[in-house]
């Protein structure tokens, strides 16, 4: 079955990290953009951090630039959402996406709806 599987979300104070996973199945990343997105209580969902499956550039929207890093590992067929110095407006359903062909910032910015998405992770930044 091709999917994508997140995991890693829960419950931190403001300041504190987690990292999310997106691990593969059914399929390989390699040739994958992979993106970042969340979906807030009330809001848009919106790009987080997109990462290319060429040369591993990045593109990070502006609200997380500095404090989230993303990654890939085509070894494990994951990719991952290292989220540092979190803040309560970071509280979101964090989903991750694969799709061939697409630019980073396209990727993030446009967020295609026939990527391939999984199932959502909750983060949870709170005191």
């Known amino acids: 079955q091709v999917q994508l599987v997140e995991s890693g979300g829960g419950l931190v104070q403001p300041g504190g990290s987690l990292r999310l996973s997106c691990a593969a199945s059914g399929f390989t990343l390699d040739n994958y953009t992979i993106g970042w997105f969340r979906r807030a209580p009330g809001r848009a969902r919106e790009g987080v951090s997109c990462i290319s499956s060429s040369d591993g550039s990045t593109h990070y929207e502006d609200y997380v630039k500095g404090r989230f890093t993303i990654a890939r590992d085509n070894a494990k067929n994951t990719a991952y959402l290292q989220m540092n110095s979190l803040k309560p407006e970071d509280t979101a359903v964090y989903y991750c996406?694969?799709?061939?062909?697409?630019?980073?910032?396209?990727?993030?910015?446009?967020?295609?709806?026939?990527?391939?998405w999984g199932q959502g992770t909750q983060v949870t930044v709170s005191s």
């Open positions: 996406a694969a799709k061939r062909g697409w630019t980073v910032q396209a990727m993030c910015i446009i967020a295609p709806n026939d990527s391939l």
